[in-house]
């Protein structure tokens, strides 16, 4: 019943950029910590950054500290992932989900989080 949707991922050349969206009609998703995770073929879901309910925290992985930027609209009830510099590495399934067992802080562990979208296809060749 209830869960995010994601969108604008795509084909890419290494070193564009994509900024991905996670909407939700059935739900404010200010209410919730919400994270972004992505899935490489072959590969564990892992966390890529975290947004709090206040917005004063904002996580991110290692590997993307630097070029990836989260940010929240709640005008529009929207969480983006502004993503640059985009390298192979970065290729995966990326979902969106809503923190439901913290809430308002940010975790990256996949079994804190519900509502999960169908993900949104990043794919960063050459």
């Known amino acids: 019943q209830l869960h995010v949707v994601e969108s604008g991922g795509d084909l890419v050349q290494p070193g564009r950029s994509l900024r991905l969206s996670c909407t939700a009609s059935?739900?404010?998703?200010?209410?919730?910590?919400i994270g972004w995770f992505r899935q490489a073929p072959g590969k564990e879901r892992e966390g890529v950054s975290c947004?709090?309910?206040?917005?004063?925290?904002?996580h991110y992985s290692d590997s993307v500290k630097g070029r990836f930027t989260i940010s929240r609209d709640s005008a529009k009830n929207t969480v983006y992932l502004q993503m640059t510099n985009l390298e192979p590495g970065d290729t995966g399934v990326y979902y969106c989900?809503?923190?439901?067992?913290?809430?308002?802080?940010?975790?990256?562990?996949?079994?804190?989080?519900?509502?999960w979208g169908q993900g949104t296809q990043v794919t960063v060749s050459s």
């Open positions: 059935e739900f404010t998703l200010s209410y919730y910590a």
């Open positions: 989900a809503a923190n439901l067992q913290t809430f308002n802080r940010c975790s990256d562990k996949v079994a804190d989080f519900g509502y």
């Open positions: 947004i709090s309910v206040s917005d004063s925290v904002s």
